[in-house]
């Protein structure tokens, strides 16, 4: 499964900048509102370190990381939920990610202007999340209207979607977004199904200047008190720093500017670990001579589910998955002696796969 993830925030805060460092994307990153009209859409690819080590091991014809899908959106303004700049078109690109990065920014330059006249990255995070707020209850008022209309034949069902709806509206209406409701496996369903852009998960991404990467700032420190409850992730990352990195083609010359500035890795990295923790990932490797490959399952997923991730007529056709643990893998250096030395495991339909896991699955169809 491909996680897609949507850069959003007001205008003139980095989203652009940080996209084109995270994507190579070239997408347009000017000093005025609305630069970004159309979203812009880019692939990154997911680093980890174990899947280059089962190719050093296996030396594959091909390698297939697993990649994430980043889209660009266009920078919103109060007033969106009413159409308001590029309101409408930004919440409708909205409801197509899995996750949201939300870029605040948290650094002084007089030479960049910021829409509302002054760096407050608590106000632009409210301004955003008023905006989606106000366009999820239309959604659900809309919803509800259709719910009661059909909860007329006092089904069990019918009413508790009603009281569901209701739940939802009330939650909004305190300005709290959706995703900090607990409900029902059904309540959440009806969530889904209403695409609630409030119910997404967020990383905001605090955008400072190369002085602040390492330890923050003032505004940075605000900011985490003012999500403390918010359930999101949010991380310290220079649009700017990311943007050098991304001009560097080689991977030693990367490390060198890294360990100049006192920083472990880019923040691309910080980026796809809070997405995957956000959404519950985990990945699996398949590993052949043909191909060593990485692949993105839910966590919890048992195994005919992971199969299916590959092609739907492996789950259909499960029989059974042969699994080596990945640090055995590495330990036993090939398949061959993970086998002889008793280490590879044969489960059935009711295995949960763990992250890390080396896999081969048996179907038939």
Not at 339 to 359: C, I, L, R, S, T
Request: hydrophobic share 40%.
């Amino acid at each position: 499964m491909a996680l897609k993830c949507g850069i959003v925030g007001l205008p003139n805060v980095g989203k652009s900048t940080l996209f084109n460092a995270l994507t190579s994307g070239n997408a347009l990153a000017a000093n005025y509102p609305f630069a970004t009209k159309e979203p812009n859409i880019g692939m990154v690819t997911v680093p980890d370190e174990r899947l280059d080590k089962l190719v050093a091991l296996v030396k594959p014809k091909s390698v297939v990381p697993t990649t994430i899908e980043i889209v660009d959106i266009a920078g919103l303004i109060k007033g969106a939920s009413q159409g308001e700049g590029l309101g409408n078109q930004f919440l409708a690109n909205i409801r197509e990610v899995d996750a949201i990065i939300h870029v605040v920014r948290c650094f002084d330059d007089g030479q960049i202007v910021h829409v509302d006249g002054s760096i407050d990255p608590v106000r632009d995070k409210e301004i955003v999340e008023t905006e989606l707020i106000l366009k999820d209850m239309e959604t659900m008022e809309k919803r509800l209207d259709k719910l009661r209309k059909q909860a007329k034949a006092a089904t069990k069902e019918a009413k508790s979607a009603v009281e569901t709806a209701e739940l939802v509206i009330s939650q909004l209406s305190t300005g709290k977004p959706a995703r900090l409701l607990m409900m029902s496996e059904a309540g959440d369903e009806m969530v889904n199904e209403a695409m609630l852009l409030t119910a997404k998960p967020v990383l905001y991404a605090c955008n400072v200047d190369e002085k602040a990467v390492l330890y923050g700032n003032a505004y940075t420190q605000a900011f985490e008190i003012a999500i403390t409850d918010d359930h999101s992730e949010h991380i310290i990352i220079c649009a700017g720093i990311e943007a050098d990195i991304a001009e560097l083609d080689d991977q030693d010359d990367r490390q060198v500017f890294l360990n100049d500035l006192g920083l472990t890795e880019p923040g691309l990295h910080k980026i796809i670990r809070s997405g995957y923790r956000l959404l519950d990932l985990i990945t699996y490797f398949t590993a052949g001579e043909k191909e060593v490959r990485a692949w993105t399952v839910r966590r919890g997923s048992l195994a005919p589910q992971a199969a299916g991730v590959i092609h739907s007529d492996f789950e259909k056709g499960f029989i059974r998955a042969e699994v080596i643990k990945y640090h055995d893998f590495i330990k036993y250096g090939s398949e061959a002696a993970v086998k002889e030395a008793g280490k590879m495991a044969v489960e059935g339909k009711e295995y949960v796969v763990q992250d890390g896991d080396v896999m081969h699955f048996r179907f038939n169809v």
